[in-house]
T-cell receptor, first 113, second 113 residues
């Protein structure tokens, strides 16, 4: 069956350090992979989209990689700040007609000042 | 509107009652999605609309759940004869057709007592 796995443990890091989150998937051949941020009591907010033919994508302090051979995406937050504390979700887009996203359970990041 | 609007934000209902959850998507977003998120869990896909047709209803948990959409705007998710296991946050998202990031609403927190 299809499965999406993110870091099961919450991530606690010191301000200024780089947070690295992992998203692994099995039995999928996604055309696209997306990352979202979710704060408590709020809906997820779209951050980045990376296509299967792209190796890396950057947006400000965020960097995403996508390795279709390893079936893995890495999400990096550089120069982390306490405001980056949130749950981060990866989502896979299967090449089909309906553009439905399947989401991972998320990784909670806490950045200490 | 500027974002996806969901109402009510909170709903407490007695077991066995019917509830209606409403979603107002962003104008111009023809794709609309309903997800469910239980406490500490990932997002569970319920149903997807393209315009007012629903090509994928595969995630609806039972025949007590139904959804409709008027044109390319408002959608209503109806749960009949609610059960305690229906308690969750129901999230609506909209997007342009194609592979774009979703814009989520803040969700409706449903509690069945």
């Amino acid at each position: 069956s299809q499965k999406i796995e993110q870091n099961s443990e919450a991530l606690n890091i010191q301000e200024g350090k780089t947070a690295t989150l992992t998203c692994n998937y099995t039995n999928y051949s996604p055309a696209y992979l997306q990352w979202y941020r979710q704060d408590p009591g709020r809906g997820p907010v779209f951050l980045l989209l990376i296509r299967e033919n792209e190796k890396e994508k950057r947006k400000e302090r965020l960097k995403v990689t996508f390795d279709t051979t390893l079936k893995q995406s890495l999400f990096h937050i550089t120069a982390s700040q306490p405001a980056d504390s949130a749950t981060y979700l990866c989502a896979l887009d299967i090449l089909s007609n309906d553009y439905k996203l399947s989401f991972g359970a998320g990784t909670t990041v806490t950045v200490r000042a | 509107g500027a974002g996806v609007s969901q109402s009510p934000s909170n709903k407490v209902t007695e077991k066995g009652k019917d509830v209606e959850l409403r979603c107002d998507p962003i104008s111009g977003h023809t794709a609309l999605y309903w997800y469910r998120q239980s406490l500490g869990q990932g997002l569970e896909f319920l149903i997807y609309f393209q315009g007012n047709s629903a090509p994928d209803k595969s995630g609806l948990p039972s025949d007590r759940f139904s959804a409709e959409r008027t044109g390319e705007s408002v959608s209503t998710l109806t749960i009949q004869r609610t059960q305690q296991e229906d308690s969750a946050v129901y999230l609506c998202a909209s997007s342009y057709p194609g592979r774009f990031g979703y814009t989520f609403g803040s969700g409706t927190r449903l509690t069945v007592v």
